[in-house]
């Protein structure tokens, strides 16, 4: 059957990565964003690595009222709908605590915005009988912590509807995946000092690719963050919460 993946954010080097996987296969890709011009050009990687067909779309998380238009877009294609989110911002703890009005747009990049998305192509899967949803969360979700707790609170949130989406669409043969990376070598952490255990964004797409294939349900990347989020979760929380990790 013919495969077709939405990949929201696709400017990210992650998301980049992982079309490039996709179109090798020949699946049909539709990159969404906001930088149309990077947009085409990743539409013209895809197109020359084997993509059945590969479209730039504009998608603002914080513009639900142009969801609609690329769910219908989706629908025009006949296969398998699978969407990929790879969405997402996170300031610097510190501009939040100077501008607390910055939460309500790191709540929707991560959280809300993506998850009306979902929510509006949800139906769409359960009356085709199956498809994938990808979901990039953040080991910052496991646990809040002193220096992006906002970021963190966001993603938790995320898992959590991902957690929901994935029990309610396994009824129509649908599968949802929560990725939890690790610290990752991407725009997002460049500059940010204390990083440690860099993973480059291929080996992300890499294990989200074995994820998809192997119906996996969460899975951090690359492997070793469970167990040190393991360890970080059973921190007391006295002793937590006077450390700075
Ligand atoms: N890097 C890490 O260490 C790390 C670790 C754990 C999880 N993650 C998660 O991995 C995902 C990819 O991030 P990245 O590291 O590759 O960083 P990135 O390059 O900053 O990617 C973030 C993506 O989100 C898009 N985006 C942000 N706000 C948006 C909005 N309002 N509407 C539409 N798109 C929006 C960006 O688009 P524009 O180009 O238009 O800004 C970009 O495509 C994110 O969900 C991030 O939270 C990253």
């Known amino acids: ?5 939405i990949i929201l954010g696709a400017t990210s080097s992650m998301a980049r990565a992982f079309a490039r996987g996709v179109s090798q296969r020949g699946d049909a890709v539709f990159l969404a964003g906001r930088d149309s011009d990077d947009l085409a050009t990743t539409a013209q990687d895809c197109a020359l690595r084997g993509a059945r067909l590969a479209e730039a779309l504009i998608f603002d998380a914080r513009a639900p009222e142009g969801f609609a238009g690329l769910i219908a877009r989706l629908e025009r294609e006949e296969g398998q ?14 501009e939040i ?28 899967l359960e009356a085709r009988g199956g498809g ?9 979700g496991d646990r809040g912590r002193v220096g992006n707790y906002a970021y963190g609170a966001a993603k938790a949130g995320f898992h959590t509807y991902l957690s929901g989406l994935r029990n309610r669409l396994t009824r129509s043969g649908a599968h949802v995946v929560t990725v939890k990376p690790g610290f990752v070598d991407t725009a997002m952490t460049w500059g940010i000092e204390g990083m440690f255990l860099v993973a480059p964004p291929e080996k992300v797409s890499e294990d989200i690719l074995a ?6 349900n969460v899975v ?11 360890i970080i979760r059973m921190i007391p929380e006295p002793i937590f919460k006077k450390m700075s990790i």
Do not use: C, H
């Not at 059957?1 to 993946?5: A, I, K, R, T, Y």
């Not at 790879?86 to 610097?92: H, Q």
């Not at 994820?211 to 996996?216: H, I, P, T």
């Open 97 to 124: 605590d100077a501008d607390p009005s910055l939460i309500q747009g790191i709540v929707a990049d991560n959280f809300t915005g993506p998850a009306q998305f979902l929510q509006m192509l949800a139906p769409v």
């Open 220 to 230: 951090y990347t690359p492997f070793f963050w469970r167990y040190i989020m393991l």
């Open 132 to 140: 994938t949803i990808v979901g990039v969360g953040s080991v910052a």
């Open 81 to 94: 709908i699978n969407a990929a989110v790879f969405v997402g911002s996170m300031p610097d703890q510190s």
């Open 211 to 216: 994820a998809v294939k192997k119906r996996r």
């Open 1 to 5: 059957m013919s495969e077709n993946w």
